[in-house]
């Protein structure tokens, strides 16, 4: 049956697992990881950057783990070795609730990163990307926001369980919910290609001359320059070095608001913090909307120098957090500046290079990322330690967010000398 006969595409069920399993399978290891930070160190008795280390730990395990990963995921079958990695999630987060201390979460830790990096972002792009031939973009961002509207839900969800039963109990829900999650969409749903159920990709025939020239629309709106240096050619370049270099800042700024949980809870009590959590979350998803709509209409550098600004300024926020209105001031300003972690980074990637070379480039752009993310939370967790105040870690973060913006916007604009080489 040709797809454009079927009112309701399969590959629209398959964006809504995507958008689950991101909104439920990052938050755990991103924007909620430190909402157990309190609850544990003053049970077991070790420091903050002690806790710090078990994020950094899943995230160096994903920049080494990726590319083998993404080669298992496509040379081996899909739905096997992804829904194994769903169950060695779930076994993992349901192991901290007996951990005794923090070695038995380094270990975990390991467990946690690599079933992380082998059912979240990489795979479910691949679907996304497999199933899309038309509608990639709105795809794409869709299930980027279930990230956010994930972790508003489950932001109160898990701060009432810690507060009424402990951070053992919440641990334990958290990795029953992966399991349900990881079962029914492994098993009964999720398909890499839609060729494997006899179907064609959403959009597949549609007329050419349309797709063409809805493409070179998002191109100009987007100054695509249609780079096409492989990234052998390109390692070496002053626009390459400064995409990368903006990634590891733009990781480390991410990485640092994993902090805001606890820093939060300290001031407001734990209660409140969920409430603040979960409202820039829901506050996220708008604001990837209004990001992507100011990428493709007004360019990638006006959604830079927005998306990095408004980071920059949830940083200032966050160093009047003990005034009344200062919580809800970061929420407010965070909403907006989320999206530089995660809807800007592939807008940036595709700006500059041609579609054959972008995976590639954009590997390196998320391992730069998720270099400055091992290490963003262990810095303001060190600083806090030392200083017993994140005033300092919040001011060192105003500048990494706001070189996010100049390292890309260099990065670009160094790029144009070799813009359109794949129509020379």
Do not use: C
């Not at 795979?123 to 899309?132: E, G, Q, S």
């Not at 320059?225 to 903006?246: D, R």
């Not at 262990?378 to 390292?407: C, H």
Request: aromatic share 14%; glycine share 10%; hydrophobic share 50%.
């Amino acid at each position: 049956m040709k797809n454009k006969e079927r009112k309701f595409h399969y590959a629209w069920l398959i964006l809504v697992v995507a958008s689950i399993v991101l909104g439920v399978f990052v938050p755990i290891v991103n924007s909620l990881s430190n909402s157990w930070q309190l609850a544990v160190t003053q049970d077991l008795g070790f420091t903050r950057t002690d806790f710090s280390l078990i994020g950094t730990i899943t995230q160096i395990i994903g920049v080494f783990l990726a590319p083998v990963v993404a080669y298992f995921l496509t040379k081996y079958n899909f739905k096997t070795v992804w829904t194994l990695g769903a169950f060695v999630f779930a076994a993992s987060v349901f192991g901290y609730s007996l951990a005794q201390n923090k070695y038995h979460f380094y270990i975990l830790a390991f467990f946690v990163g690599t079933a992380y990096i082998t059912t979240a972002q990489i795979p479910m792009m691949m679907l996304i990307n497999n199933w899309f031939e038309d509608k990639v973009g709105l795809a794409t961002s869709i299930a980027v926001s279930g990230v956010s509207a994930g972790g508003a839900v489950l932001s109160p969800i898990i701060s009432r369980l810690i507060a009424n039963y402990g951070w053992r109990t919440s641990y334990r829900v958290y990795g029953i919910i992966i399991l349900a999650i990881g079962l029914i969409a492994g098993l009964f749903i999720i398909y890499l290609r839609p060729e494997d159920i006899g179907l064609k990709p959403y959009g597949y025939k549609e007329d050419d001359k349309s797709v063409g020239q809805d493409a070179v629309k998002i191109q100009k709106s987007q100054n695509s320059l249609n780079v096409a240096l492989s990234t052998s050619a390109a390692i070496t370049t002053t626009f390459f070095i400064f995409l990368v270099l903006g990634s590891v800042m733009n990781g480390l700024a991410n990485g640092a608001t994993l902090q805001f949980a606890p820093a939060l809870q300290e001031v407001v009590g734990v209660k409140t913090a969920g409430t603040v959590i979960s409202l820039y979350l829901v506050l996220g998803v708008i604001g990837k909307l209004i990001i992507g709509k100011i990428a493709d209409k007004y360019g990638i550098y006006y959604a830079l120098l927005i998306g990095s600004g408004s980071l920059a300024l949830t940083f200032v926020a966050m160093l009047f957090v003990g005034q009344p209105w200062g919580p809800w001031l970061v929420a407010l300003i965070f909403g907006l500046g989320l999206a530089i972690g995660t809807v800007i980074p592939p807008l940036i990637a595709s700006s500059i290079f041609d579609r054959k070379t972008y995976g590639e480039a954009y590997g390196f752009v998320q391992s730069g990322m998720q270099v400055g993310a091992a290490l963003g939370p262990l810095l303001v967790s060190f600083i806090y330690d030392k200083t017993r105040a994140y005033t300092l870690g919040w001011i060192i973060n105003i500048g990494f967010a706001a070189l996010t913006g100049v390292f890309w916007i260099i990065s670009h604009n160094s790029a144009k000398k070799y813009a359109n080489t794949s129509e020379k």
